[in-house]
């Protein structure tokens, strides 16, 4: 079974920068299609940011220009970048494969809160 393990989350004030880790079990991370998800209270889990098989990173209105995904096929290590946060990022971050898989890690909470 495919197992991520998702680090970096914390507190930060309005404005702060996050850089979110997720660590893979699998040594086919090369040549999988990863994804971040967030879920907040109250709210569905909603996708984030994306690879995309065109080429370029897929991002959701509400984060495009401040976050970044990135990956470390070295260290099978998905990241993701988040700049200019704001109180509306406040959930739990996760990773996972796209198309997504069957398996989540337990989350890394992002609180942002002055």
């Known amino acids: 079974q495919v197992q991520f393990v998702e680090s970096g989350g914390g507190l930060v004030q309005p404005g702060g920068s996050l850089r979110l880790s997720c660590e893979t079990s699998?040594?086919?991370?090369?040549?999988?299609?990863m994804g971040w998800y967030r879920q907040a209270p109250g709210k569905q889990r909603e996708l984030v940011a994306r690879d995309s098989s065109d080429g370029g990173p897929i991002y959701a209105d509400s984060v495009k220009g401040r976050f970044t995904i990135s990956r470390d096929n070295a260290k099978n290590t998905l990241y993701l970048q988040m700049n200019s946060l704001k109180p509306e990022d406040t959930a739990v971050y996760y990773c996972n494969r796209i198309p997504m898989g069957p398996y989540w890690g337990q989350g890394t909470q992002v609180t942002v809160s002055s």
């Open positions: 699998t040594n086919i991370f090369t040549f999988l299609l």
